[in-house]
């Protein structure tokens, strides 16, 4: 849950050329073709995938909305368990740095939930220039990334999956 640098350093208004969410190049190597999630939702791209779950982007018909849906691969207990753990903690934190996590269904042995979908750039690429990095940008992501990591710390998560 990374902060979006789609706001300015207060975190209060959109910044006119920013957006996160989606990486400049896919983060798996191969879709692992889940796309049935149900009459409710239409699957319509792949954003990536990590060792436990997939997130795409879906059109949800009942709210009339596009959302990233995350999906868990490995179906065994502990990782129901852990997916719908994930799925609680995040819920509960609203926050303008941090995407909002939306619904989450359990259909038999499969579990997915739906999130705020943001398309945008990786970290790195908003913060790069041809010079190196582009030290205001640079500066108001860090910024937002603390008010972020900030809101889950006061509802004592600790977020231990960040990277650029």
Request: glycine content about 8%; cysteine-free.
């Amino acid at each position: 849950m990374s902060p979006p640098p789609d706001r300015d350093p207060n975190g209060d208004a959109p910044a006119p050329e920013a957006t996160w969410g989606r990486p400049a190049g896919r983060v798996a190597t191969a879709d692992p073709g889940v796309t049935d999630f149900g009459e409710r939702f239409a699957v319509h791209e792949f954003l990536g995938a990590g060792a436990h779950g997939a997130v795409y982007e879906a059109e949800d018909r009942l709210h009339g909305r596009r959302v990233a849906l995350k999906a868990l691969l490995d179906v065994d207990p502990e990782e129901m368990v852990r997916f719908k753990r994930e799925f609680r903690v995040t819920s509960r934190v609203g926050h303008p740095n941090l995407v909002a996590v939306h619904e989450l269904f359990v259909e038999g042995d499969r579990a997915w939930f739906t999130m705020e979908l943001v398309h945008g750039t990786d970290f790195l690429s908003w913060v790069r220039n041809d010079q190196g990095f582009d030290e205001l940008r640079l500066r108001a992501a860090l910024h937002q990334l603390a008010r972020g990591l900030t809101a889950l710390h006061a509802f004592d998560i600790l977020h231990r999956d960040l990277k650029p």
